[in-house]
């Protein structure tokens, strides 16, 4: 494209595209005529530019952001820029939405004299809490999610209760009649279907890129969905006669685990399975017990990564899956990890 056509379909002017060229962040090729000549890389280049804008950042900001290592794939990778740009916006202004709604109330509940002696606390809420610039949680996220990669593939070789239990879910899933379709949520780098045939009908969810790219590459012939199963939509996706998840549910938090089993039975079909595999207790007393001996053996690293987990509690999901009115099965194995059956 020339500029004129880019300044059309991107709605920018060439004041700002020469700007954006006087500090590196786009270098446009020149024809012949010494006219510039935009690829669909420049153009993609300025669409992230402009949103990244629209969203607050400034072009040193920006410049920060377009600097750091891409992928494999540059098209996806400008795109999912853009996505955790507006969920890192979407969670800042939800902060700054509380904090109004905080000190509202505070004013209302007080009149002119009382706020006026207690101006500092009504007015705490919005000191800086000396958080990340956004870029930094961007990079931080995608770096996060690298290393995620890197553990999961270090963890199935290395961890002998991980891959015995990968090993018993990828039998059980084997042993199934064909013809079944399946969703596997969170799905990791799908250790779990590597052997399974290329004409499976099975659709992965998981809200890492990094993780998605590292999948594909274990097995192309699946279909991948970048989403989150506590917030996705749910009429906009298929219902699977078999829904799947592995050493998923104890890295989301007790608040929102519910709501997230409650829509992977949703996105089953009626007389379907759900399969959850992963770290749990039987009950909190069990936690409890396991904690205490692990501090007094002084493991503390250890204690330390299980307290940032959110292990099921078996006492509390079997209970809560009679409560929506389903069938349940449990099986424990070893180190904490038990399996979980429910028939829709």
Wanted: include cysteine; charged fraction near 25%.
């Amino acid at each position: 494209m020339n500029t004129k056509e880019v300044c059309k379909q991107l709605s920018v002017t060439p004041k700002m595209l020469r700007v954006y060229e006087s500090l590196n962040l786009i270098r446009i090729e020149r024809g012949e005529n010494n006219y510039r000549n935009y690829s669909i890389d420049d153009i993609l280049q300025i669409q992230i530019i402009v949103t990244l804008r629209e969203l607050g950042f400034s072009l040193k900001e920006i410049k920060s952001i377009l600097d750091f290592k891409k992928t494999e794939n540059d098209y996806l990778y400008h795109f999912y820029l853009q996505l955790k740009a507006i969920e890192s916006k979407i969670t800042e202004l939800i902060k700054i939405k509380k904090k109004l709604n905080a000190t509202i109330n505070k004013f209302l509940n007080n009149d002119r004299e009382q706020i006026q002696m207690n101006a500092n606390s009504f007015f705490a809420n919005f000191k800086s809490d000396n958080e990340s610039k956004l870029y930094d949680k961007i990079i931080n996220r995608w770096n996060f999610d690298q290393m995620a990669v890197d553990y999961v593939n270090r963890f199935h070789k290395e961890d002998q209760v991980y891959f015995d239990t990968i090993m018993a879910l990828r039998n059980l899933i084997a042993k199934m009649p064909s013809g079944k379709s399946y969703l596997d949520v969170g799905g990791g780098t799908c250790h779990i279907w590597s052997d399974f045939r290329r004409d499976t009908n099975l659709t992965v969810i998981d809200n890492s890129l990094q993780m998605i790219f590292a999948a594909k590459k274990n097995i192309p012939w699946a279909t991948f969905i970048l989403e989150d199963i506590i917030t996705l939509d749910k009429n906009k996706l298929n219902t699977y006669d078999v829904v799947v998840s592995s050493f998923t549910l104890h890295h989301i938090s007790y608040e929102h685990q519910g709501n997230a089993i409650r829509n992977m039975i949703d996105l089953c079909k009626e007389k379907g399975m759900i399969i959850i595999f992963d770290k749990s207790y039987r009950n909190e007393a069990e936690k409890e017990r396991i904690e205490k001996n692990l501090a007094d053996q002084g493991k503390h690293e250890v204690l330390e990564t299980i307290r940032s987990e959110f292990y099921l509690i078996e006492e509390n999901i079997t209970p809560f899956i009679h409560y929506l009115g389903y069938e349940i099965k449990t099986l424990s194995f070893e180190n904490q990890v038990w399996g979980f059956m429910i028939q829709k």
